[in-house]
């Protein structure tokens, strides 16, 4: 088969595209015909070398990926060949045309659902749904406000916010992004390189503020957030890529809170509760995850290159 190899941390071009042998199955795994990975953002900082835990070298990139079951390992009763599957986590890596998973990291795929959008479900929109939900304590009735409400996370935020009845608003930096968040279900969006963003986006409250921040570049936005937020607010930090100063009073005089995330601290019963809605979702159609842009399998260190770029737009999906 053919997998992305990387022998080396670096830049997008270290992941080389090789001819590798099949892939064994063991007890309580199952191997999986990809059509479709999920590329996200923190595998651009493993490649790099740039995140707490890195794998031994080489490895195939990738945790995503959506497919169907091919052959099952001793011990897995309830997955037969043939079955759609998603994963969150592999064995044997995503930017492959087979990956071997775990039992416990595969989820059913509903049928009316495309294997891209498959793709979108392990770290984006569980990402979203933990956000919005667990950690951010969602409820109808309440105001979000999704910072980068066009990307892979944001644009599934937008949907399962509006679904579960909150007010939603959204940011996006071009036109084509905010005209696809109002698409989307978002009751409101604004172009967050405008410097008057915020204030646009706190009138649309009527100065209330709002109840939910989902925060995907918190070393930016992340002071001007704890401005819009309403008594007892919420800000969720789902991305960073820095350092920020903040003023503790905005959150002293509002009785509010930021708390951060990061999808693999979730536990399985949070996991096993996320992608049942997730599934539910999907299957009402109430999500239907935006795919951005799809690339082969060889222009892996291209798709590296735009997952990073400002303005990007939906989620990113290798196609062997």
């Known amino acids: 088969m053919r997998a992305i190899r990387v022998y080396e941390f670096g830049e997008p071009d270290v992941m080389r595209l090789e001819a590798v042998d099949d892939l064994e199955v063991g007890p309580g ?6 059509f479709a990975a999920g590329v ?10 740039h995140y707490g835990t890195l794998p031994a070298l080489p490895f195939t990139p990738g945790t995503d990926v959506a497919g169907v079951v ?30 071997v998973c775990r039992r416990e990291q595969l ?38 406000l999704v910072q980068g409400a066009s990307g892979g996370v944001g644009s599934t935020c ?21 005209e696809r968040v109002r698409a989307l279900g978002a009751h409101a969006a604004f172009d967050h390189r405008d410097p008057a963003c915020l204030e646009a986006a706190m009138s649309h409250t009527g100065g209330r503020g709002f109840d939910l921040v989902i925060e995907m ?43 951060g995330m990061v999808l693999f601290n979730a ?27 799809r690339f082969g399998l060889e222009q892996a260190a291209e798709a590296h290159r735009a997952v990073m770029r400002p303005g990007a737009m939906g989620k990113i999906v290798l196609v062997p």
């Open 107 to 144: 989820y059913r795929l509903p049928s009316v659902a495309s294997f891209d959008e498959g793709a979108a479900l392990g770290v984006a929109a569980a990402t979203a749904w933990r956000a919005l939900f667990q950690k951010g304590a969602a409820r109808a009735g309440q105001r979000v």
């Open 267 to 293: 536990s399985p019963a949070d996991l096993a509760e996320v992608h049942a809605g997730l599934f539910a979702s999907l299957e009402a159609r109430t999500l239907v995850p935006l795919i951005g842009r």
């Open 158 to 178: 937008v949907q399962l916010a509006r679904a579960a009845g909150l007010g939603v608003v959204g940011t996006a930096g071009t036109a084509e992004g905010l």
């Open 70 to 99: 091919e052959a099952v390992g001793k011990g897995v009763a309830d997955l037969a060949v043939g079955d759609r599957v998603y994963s969150f986590g592999t064995v044997s890596g995503a930017y492959a045309e087979h990956a």
């Open 217 to 259: 570049l918190a070393n930016v936005n992340l002071a001007r957030d704890l401005e819009v937020l309403a008594p007892g607010g919420r800000v969720v930090v789902v991305g960073s890529r820095g350092r920020v100063e903040i003023e503790p009073r905005q959150l002293m005089t509002r009785d509010a809170s930021v708390v």
């Open 40 to 49: 996200n953002p923190v595998e651009t900082y493993i490649r790099a070398g």
């Open 29 to 34: 795994e199952a191997r999986v015909r990809v």
